[in-house]
């Protein structure tokens, strides 16, 4: 153990320089309702919001505090990790909402299109969703903790039977068979009745929460094409923050059930890994765990002789070396492999910060009405609906949206409902139910920043089925309504980036003004792969080539696969090389 100070941390080892500012979304909206006139009635939901992050929970008021707070201290260690203690933030702040139980979240069906992670050995099934959406990044997993079972145990029901206990009405005798109960993979930590002699190893829900927004830490401020295993890895590097105190937190412990992890699952290739071929194993045949991925990322930044190498790695494959030349910089790979094998068998550093307890506020908790909880999980779910590209999922769509549209209708009072069911229309391609969706909105709360966007937006698209001086009228008005919106709130990034596709759908030119609000809109949310696409193609089309280069790579090249890539590979292949 390591104790240090948080004045002189030396940085991790990251590769781009940090993306200034602090935008704040507009105030949540989502207040759909089950009864009306009942709306502003308290909910189970509590929202707790700090100077960086905003925490959703059906928990307890003490478990959301706790987790809020503990996401802000965790915010300090990594800006003094990485060297940004004093740099402004112009971000929007993370909402990470935490729902139920494993079964509740898994039956949102939240598809991850933007982040991904291992693929891990099917055990590690582990239940989180994280989408950069373009005006903020959303983060939710379920708030219950689970375990990961490693092998199978014998049913208290089955060993009973085999014990020849008498059955009633039955014969005296009569063995029973004794069988394996119990699923392998991920289960719920509840579970009050285990099999006997099970293996697993607790996976919490504080770790999963924890490790996302490390991740989401590093790619917001820190930009760049890094390999996945490396992303996963500096997730579970601090997924086991422990904060001691008010003024003390101490980070790069071992997760628990490391050593039977690695006995259970044994070593991987180092080849496999830095020549991306891991990537390619389905679920069932990998070897490969989140517990690797900490290991290899802990061993490269603790070790003294090899930090350095790690480095160079990095801002190689940041550059667009492939990885495995990348991992040239590392010599022999025996050499490195055995190194790693000693490690795993040595006693393990882990660093210990104290820190002034005002750099991490106690965060400020609500208890959501009734309308604003019932938009909780809908707001989260339009993410993966909107989006939706074959049969099956177009379909869920659809049942989605006449679900919406029917709440929508019950509660015409609710401007929250009105927008939500505006940005599904649009984003869904229905111009014209979006557009009376938006007014509706307008109505209730006539100045409403988010209402006049969707609102322009609408009319944006009704133009494309319009012609001559029509449709050029259409479109003037769109884009003074979207004005509005940006002058209702100026720090809100969704109205920059209306006003700039304004003009690229209408397969008009953008003016600079657009142009920069789209810069801006980066700055908001810089790891949000859209804006970047949008952002980087126009730096490239107006011959600004080292900006657009590093603007596209991390979407061409970063370890996220995204609905981006291939259209920022594209736009990268045609740049000159540097």
Known sequence: MRTIFWAGIPALACVAAPLAAQIVPPPSSGHDIVVQG???????????????????????????????????????????????????????????????????????????????????????????????????????????????????????????????????????????????????????????????????????????????????????????????????????LFSTLVVRGETTMEYGRAPAGTTAVLHRFGNFALTDVFNDAYLTRPANKTRWTPVHAWMLTHFLFFSPTRNGQFRQYLKAVASGTPSAEAAAVFGDPDALAKELRSYFYAKKPFERMTYPAERAGMPIVHRLSLGEAAFVKGRLELGSRVEATTGPALKQLDAWLRRLRTDAAKFSTDEGAQVLLAEAECRSGNGAECHAAADRALVISPGSSVGLMWSGVAMTQQAKGLGGSERTAMLRQARSTIARANRADTEASAPLLAYYRSFADAGEKAPAIAVDGLTKALIAVPNASATRLALGTELASRGIVPLARSTLMPVARGGYDSPERASAIAVLDTLPRP
């Open 38 to 236: 009942q709306r502003a009635r308290p909910s189970n939901w509590r929202e707790a919001e700090t100077q960086h992050v905003i925490v959703l929970s059906d928990g307890p008021e003490r478990e959301v505090t706790q987790i809020a707070h503990n996401l802000e201290r965790l915010y300090f260690l990594l800006s003094v990790l990485l060297n940004r203690t004093d740099r402004t933030d112009d971000t929007t702040k993370l909402r990470v909402t935490l729902i139920g139980d494993a079964a509740e979240f898994q039956a949102m069906d939240l598809r991850n299109m933007r982040w991904q992670q291992g693929p891990f050995n099917e055990a590690f099934d582990i239940r989180r969703y994280y989408d950069p959406r373009q005006d903020g990044a959303v983060l939710a997993t379920t708030r219950i903790d689970q375990r990961v079972v490693l092998q199978q145990g014998v049913s208290v029901a089955n060993a009973l039977q085999g014990l020849q206990l008498p059955t009633p009405g039955g014969p005296a005798g009569g063995a029973g068979q004794i069988g394996q109960s119990g699923l392998f993979g991920l289960q719920s930590s509840a579970d009050l009745i285990r099999p006997i002699n099970e293996e697993s190893v607790p996976l919490t829900a504080e770790g999963m929460i924890y490790a996302g927004f490390a991740q989401h830490y590093l790619t917001t401020f820190f930009p760049a094409a890094y390999p996945r295993w490396y992303l996963d890895g500096f997730g579970q």
